[in-house]
C-alpha cells in the first residue's frame, strides 16, 4: 500500500480521462435506474427490519431481567448483541446516511433517527457523510484512514511510536463507539489548541457527545440492570450489557476494516486530487479505495450491508438493500475496465487488515525482509533504529528499503522464469 500517484506501475495508468468519465456516466446510470424503481418492496424492508430489532432488542431485555441463570444469560446476551448490530449497520448507519429519506417517514428519516451509539448523529454525519464520503481515502483528509491513530502508507514517515500501533486498533476496536465520538469531534486536534482558543462549535459539540455518552452509560448500565434487581440479575444484566456492547463495537470495527484497509485498497495524495474533481473522477477513486466481503445474505444484513463496501461507497444513498443487485452491474464495469474488483470472504479480509495494520506499524521493508533464519539481525537493526537518532534511522530505513526491492526484484524474476 502506498499511494497510487507514487506506484511503480499504476493500476489506471491505461484508462484515458474519456475512459474515467464513461465510468462515471455508466455507474450514474446504475444509480437512476435504483432511484427510478424505489417503491413498496423497499419501505417495507426498512420497516420490517426496525420492527425486528426492536422486537429483538426488547426481548433480550426481558430474558435479561431473569439472567442470575447462566442460560437466560447467554440467549439474552445474544440477543442484545444481534440487535445492537441490527440497529447500528443495516438501519442507523444506513438511515443517516438518507437512504431511506424518499420515503418522507419522519420516523425512519436522516434529520430524525438518533442511533444507540457514543457519538451524536449530527457529529458522525459530518465526520462520514460529509468529510469521508467526500476525501475518500485521501491521506491527510479522511480520518477514517488509520482513525487519526494509525500510520496507514509507506509514504508516512515511520517513527518508534507506531510500533504499539496494533495494540491501539484493537483497544481501538473494543471501545470503537467512543473511538468514533473522539475522531467525529477531532479530540486529539482540538484538545491541543488552548481551551481559550477553541471554537464555541468544537465546545457545543463535545457537550452535545460527553451528554449522549452519559445517556448512553445510564441506559445500559444504571437502567437496564436497576430493572433486574428483584431476580437478583443486576450484576449478570449489567455483565450482558458491557457484553454486547463490546461484541457491537469489534463486529463493527471489523467491518469497516474489511472495507477499508486491507491489502490492495488504494490511497490517494491530497496533492494529486484535482481540486475541481469531476463526477467521473470521484467514483474512480471510491471503486479503487474500498473492498468488499463475499458471504451469506444473514452476513451482509448483519454488515448493514457494507460488505458491498465498493457499492456502497458509489452509491452511499440508495437504499443498503439494493446493493447486491447492483453488485454484478459494478463488476462487469470494472472488468470492462481492467480494474481489480477487491473482493474476500470475511476471514480473508480481516487477516489481510490486520496483517497490513502490524505491517505499517514496522519500517518499511521489515516484514519483506525478514525470516526465520535472519530474525535476530533483522530485531536488532529495529532496535537500533528505536533507540537511534534520526540520522541512523533514516540511514537504516533506506539500506533496509534498497533489500526489500531488492528480494523483490528476485521474487519477480523467479516468477517470469
Not at 191 to 203: A, D, G, N, V, W
Amino acid at each position: 500500500m502506498t499511494t497510487i500517484t507514487k506506484k511503480a506501475q499504476s493500476p489506471i495508468a491505461h484508462l484515458t480521462p474519456e475512459d474515467v468519465e464513461e465510468i462515471g456516466r455508466e455507474l450514474d446510470r446504475i444509480r437512476q435506474q435504483v432511484i427510478d424503481s424505489r417503491g413498496a418492496d423497499d419501505a417495507a424492508y426498512i420497516r420490517g427490519m426496525v420492527k425486528t430489532q426492536r422486537y429483538l432488542e426488547l426481548g433480550s431485555r426481558a430474558v435479561l431481567l431473569f439472567s442470575a441463570l447462566p442460560p437466560a444469560w447467554v440467549v439474552g446476551t445474544a440477543g442484545l448483541s444481534v440487535a445492537k448490530i441490527l440497529e447500528n449497520m443495516e438501519i442507523g448507519h444506513n438511515v443517516m446516511h438518507g437512504q431511506w429519506d424518499w420515503m418522507r417517514d419522519p420516523k425512519i428519516h436522516s434529520t430524525t433517527w438518533e442511533w444507540d451509539n457514543a457519538s451524536t448523529a449530527e457529529g458522525w454525519k459530518h465526520s462520514h457523510n460529509e468529510v469521508h464520503h467526500t476525501y475518500t481515502n485521501i491521506v491527510g483528509k479522511d480520518n477514517d484512514l488509520g482513525y487519526g491513530i494509525m500510520r496507514v502508507d509507506e509514504d508516512q514517515k515511520w517513527v518508534p511510536a507506531y510500533l504499539g500501533q496494533p495494540i491501539w486498533n484493537f483497544v481501538n476496536a473494543c471501545f470503537f463507539e467512543y473511538g468514533i465520538a473522539a475522531y467525529d469531534l477531532e479530540l486529539g486536534k482540538n484538545l491541543r489548541i488552548p481551551q481559550e482558543k477553541r471554537s464555541p462549535e468544537f465546545t457545543r459539540r463535545a457537550r452535545n457527545t460527553l451528554r449522549k455518552i452519559r445517556q448512553q452509560m445510564t441506559k445500559d448500565y444504571v437502567v437496564h440492570p436497576a430493572l433486574a434487581i428483584p431476580t437478583g440479575s443486576f450484576l449478570p444484566t449489567l455483565a450482558a450489557n458491557f457484553t454486547a456492547n463490546l461484541v457491537r463495537n469489534v463486529w463493527s470495527h471489523s467491518v469497516i476494516m474489511c472495507g477499508h484497509f486491507p491489502e490492495g485498497v488504494e490511497t490517494f495524495e491530497r496533492a494529486a486530487i484535482p481540486e475541481k474533481e469531476t463526477r467521473g473522477e470521484w467514483y474512480l477513486r471510491q471503486m479503487l479505495g474500498s473492498a468488499n466481503i463475499s458471504g451469506s445474505e444473514a452476513m451482509h444484513v448483519m454488515t448493514g450491508n457494507l460488505s458491498h463496501q465498493i457499492e456502497h461507497h458509489l452509491f452511499p444513498d440508495l437504499p443498503s438493500n439494493r446493493y447486491k443487485e447492483v453488485a454484478p452491474q459494478v463488476k462487469a464495469l470494472f472488468d470492462r475496465y481492467g480494474l481489480t474488483y477487491l473482493e474476500r470472504p470475511l476471514p480473508q479480509q480481516v487477516y489481510s487488515a490486520w496483517h497490513k495494520v502490524v505491517r505499517l506499524s514496522l519500517p518499511n521493508g521489515f516484514v519483506e525482509t525478514t525470516t526465520v533464519k535472519n530474525a535476530p539481525q533483522q530485531l536488532v537493526k529495529l532496535f537500533k533504529m528505536v533507540t537511534g537518532d534520526r540520522k541512523t534511522r533514516r540511514a537504516l530505513q533506506a539500506r533496509m528499503t534498497q533489500e526489500a526491492r531488492r528480494a523483490q526484484a528476485a521474487k519477480d524474476a523467479r516468477l517470469a522464469a
